[in-house]
């Protein structure tokens, strides 16, 4: 009778832990991860960020959109968004990049928690009016959902190299330092950095709103 009982207790433990690997296998989907300096590549990262394994955030920032209206980091508080950096005159990879982005902007357009941020890296040319004509080209009728922004170059160029990670560490944002990325990066409701995907890549695109919606699964 002992024996039976154990085989019994034996087989249901083997079945219900079969039962439970099954189902994890098939509904369970992990978090996305959560990038500190130390798990990008060197290069991108800022001398003085190398090394820090957590609690790394967007921090602080002011900057002006396309409506001319101040934008600072408050403005996405509590929402994902999507971040790039681009300018109006480039023939290479930009109008790939953000035709792209439009394309995520036009899938998540009615969700409130989802925003997008484009940084221009010749605020010296790209104006207010220049950021609104090039944001109502790529199709962007939203002007509070997708913020094309300028301000001080220094500004901006640190926001790439000690916030986002989103180009390699070279120069410090003075009159002969270039920033050019295809780096996409996504930004949780916590400012906290999810994923970097090549804005050109048509499969890192839908890898991205594939994120977008995994990452709104976490806060539900």
Not at 90 to 103: D, F, H, L, Q, R
């Amino acid at each position: 009778m002992k024996q039976a009982l154990t085989r019994f207790i034996f087989l249901f433990i083997l079945v219900g832990g079969g039962a439970t690997a099954v189902y994890f296998s098939l509904y369970y989907t992990p978090d996305l991860p959560v990038y500190n300096p130390s798990d990008i590549n060197i290069k991108l990262v800022d001398k003085s960020k190398r090394g820090i394994i957590r609690d790394h955030t967007v921090g602080n920032f002011s900057l002006t959109n396309q409506l001319g209206e101040n934008i600072t980091a408050k403005d996405f508080d509590n929402t994902i968004y999507v971040a790039n950096f681009i300018f109006t005159t480039c023939e290479g990879i930009c109008p790939a990049m953000t035709g792209n982005v439009a394309s995520v902007y036009k899938e998540f357009i009615n969700d409130d928690e989802i925003k997008f941020i484009s940084h221009s890296v010749t605020p010296e040319i790209d104006s207010v009016p220049v950021l609104k004509a090039f944001a109502e080209k790529y199709g962007v009728e939203k002007h509070n959902k997708w913020h094309f922004t300028t301000g001080p170059r220094k500004h901006i160029y640190e926001l790439a190299r000690m916030h986002y990670f989103a180009a390699q560490d070279t120069g410090n944002g003075g009159p002969d330092d270039f920033l050019h990325t295809e780096n996409l990066v996504l930004v949780d409701k916590q400012k906290r950095l999810r994923g970097f995907y090549d804005g050109t890549n048509y499969d890192q695109i839908d890898q991205l709103k594939e994120d977008i919606v995994q990452l709104k699964e976490e806060y539900e």
